[in-house]
C-alpha cells in the first residue's frame, strides 16, 4: 500500500495494482457523519488525513483505509500482510505509528519499506550497486529527494509545497490573467491537460472556472506556456533542495550522480517541461519514470512478489562492509 498525501494505491500480489482513489474522507459538516472515502469523497470538500505518508488524523485514516481494504479483498474480516512505504526521514514515533495503523486495520503483519528505495524499484532504477542515485518523488504536499547507494540510503531533502504549490501557482495566474476563479482541483486537471511533453508551444488547455463578480461558470483557453511558466517558483525550490542534498554526500557519490542523474516520480512529475528544467537547473541527467504516479507502489509490489527482496539487498549491503573492513 502507497499511502500518498493526494492518492492511496493498493497492490495485490498476482493482480498488479487494484485500486487507486484519493486519500479522501468526506465528512457532514454539521454532523461530522463520514460521508463517502476515497473517488466519492473527492466529488466535495473532503478532509485529507494524510500528509507526507504518515496519518495526520489517525481515526479517519483507519476508517479510510479499512474501507480501502474492503473494496479491495471484498470481505469484511480479511487480514491481509501489508507492505508500506515509510518517509525516509521518519523517526521511531512516526515509524510505530504507522506500523499502530497497519495492526488497527487488522493487518496480520507489516514491513515497512523506505519510500525512496520503493521508488526507486518501481522506476526500474538499479538498487544493488554501489553508484549513486537520486530520486526525486513530487507529492502533493511535498517534494523528496533521496540520494540512494546499494539499497542504502545515503542523503535525504524536501521541498514543501510539491504539486499542491503547483497548483496554486497555476490558480494564482488564472485569476491575475483572466480574472477567473478555480480550485485545486481544476488546477491539477489543468496541469494534465498540459501533459508531460515540452512541444508544441502554442498548444492551449480549457480551464473551467467562475467569474468573482458574477459568479457565472466560464471557460479560457491558455496558453500551455504560461502554465509553464506559472510553475517556475515551486520547481526552483525543488533544485534548490537537490542541491543541498548532494552537498551531503561523499564526493564519490555526487561524481556518479553527475554521471547516472536522477529519476523523477510521483503525480509532479508529469508537470510540462519539469524533467528538461530540473537537467538544466542541477546539470545532471534527469528522466521520468515510465509511470511515475505508480512508481512507489510498483516498487512496493516488487517486494510483495518477493518478500525476500529487502533482506537480500541488506545480506548484501552486509557482505560488501565486511569485504571492505578486511581490505
Known amino acids: 500500500m502507497d499511502l500518498g498525501a493526494a492518492r492511496t494505491r493498493i497492490y495485490v500480489k498476482g493482480k498488479g495494482i487494484v485500486l487507486d482513489e484519493p486519500s479522501a474522507v468526506l465528512r457532514d459538516r454539521d454532523t461530522g457523519r463520514i460521508l463517502g472515502y476515497g473517488a466519492e469523497a473527492a466529488r466535495g470538500e473532503p478532509c485529507w488525513p494524510i500528509k507526507g505518508g504518515l496519518p495526520v488524523d489517525g481515526v479517519l485514516a483507519q476508517r479510510m483505509i479499512r474501507?480501502?481494504?474492503?473494496?479491495?479483498?471484498?470481505?469484511?474480516f480479511a487480514r491481509p500482510?501489508?507492505?508500506?512505504?515509510?518517509?525516509?526521514?521518519?523517526d521511531a514515533i512516526e515509524r510505530a505509528a504507522l506500523r499502530d495503523l497497519a495492526f488497527e486495520v487488522e493487518a496480520r503483519g507489516v514491513l515497512l519499506i523506505p519510500h525512496a528505495l520503493a521508488a526507486a524499484l518501481g522506476a526500474g532504477v538499479p538498487v544493488d550497486d554501489h553508484a549513486g542515485r537520486m530520486v526525486i518523488d513530487i507529492g502533493r504536499d511535498s517534494a523528496r529527494v533521496a540520494i540512494l547507494s546499494h539499497?542504502?540510503?545515503?542523503?535525504?531533502?524536501?521541498?514543501?509545497?510539491?504539486?499542491?504549490?503547483?497548483?496554486?501557482?497555476?490558480?494564482?495566474?488564472?485569476?491575475?490573467?483572466?480574472?477567473?476563479?478555480?480550485?485545486?482541483?481544476?488546477?491539477?486537471?489543468?496541469?494534465?491537460?498540459?501533459?508531460?511533453?515540452?512541444?508544441?508551444?502554442?498548444r492551449q488547455v480549457l480551464i473551467h472556472g467562475r467569474d468573482p463578480h458574477t459568479g457565472a461558470e466560464r471557460t479560457e483557453r491558455v496558453p500551455v506556456q504560461r502554465i509553464y511558466?506559472?510553475?517556475?517558483?515551486?520547481?526552483?525550490?525543488?533544485?534548490?533542495?537537490?542541491?543541498d542534498t548532494m552537498e551531503r554526500c561523499p564526493d564519490e557519490l555526487a561524481t556518479d550522480l553527475g554521471e547516472r542523474g536522477a529519476v523523477l516520480v510521483g503525480g509532479g512529475a508529469l508537470l510540462r517541461g519539469l524533467a528538461r528544467r530540473l537537467r538544466t537547473g542541477l546539470c545532471m541527467p534527469v528522466r521520468r519514470a515510465e509511470r511515475p504516479p505508480e512508481?512507489?507502489?510498483?516498487?512496493?509490489?516488487?517486494?510483495?512478489?518477493?518478500?525476500?527482496?529487502?533482506?537480500?539487498?541488506s545480506d548484501r549491503l552486509r557482505a560488501d562492509r565486511r569485504a571492505k573492513v578486511r581490505t
Open 67 to 76: 474501507h480501502f481494504l474492503r473494496k479491495v479483498h471484498r470481505h469484511p
Open 81 to 90: 500482510r501489508m507492505v508500506m512505504a515509510v518517509p525516509d526521514d521518519a
Open 151 to 202: 539499497g542504502e540510503l545515503v542523503a535525504a531533502g524536501r521541498a514543501p509545497g510539491g504539486g499542491h504549490a503547483m497548483n496554486r501557482s497555476i490558480a494564482s495566474l488564472i485569476e491575475h490573467d483572466h480574472g477567473l476563479l478555480i480550485d485545486e482541483g481544476e488546477a491539477e486537471a489543468a496541469k494534465r491537460r498540459a501533459g508531460p511533453q515540452w512541444k508544441p508551444l502554442h
Open 229 to 243: 511558466e506559472a510553475t517556475r517558483q515551486p520547481v526552483e525550490s525543488i533544485v534548490r533542495a537537490a542541491l
Open 295 to 313: 512508481s512507489v507502489v510498483l516498487g512496493l509490489g516488487q517486494c510483495v512478489d518477493d518478500l525476500g527482496l529487502i533482506a537480500k539487498l
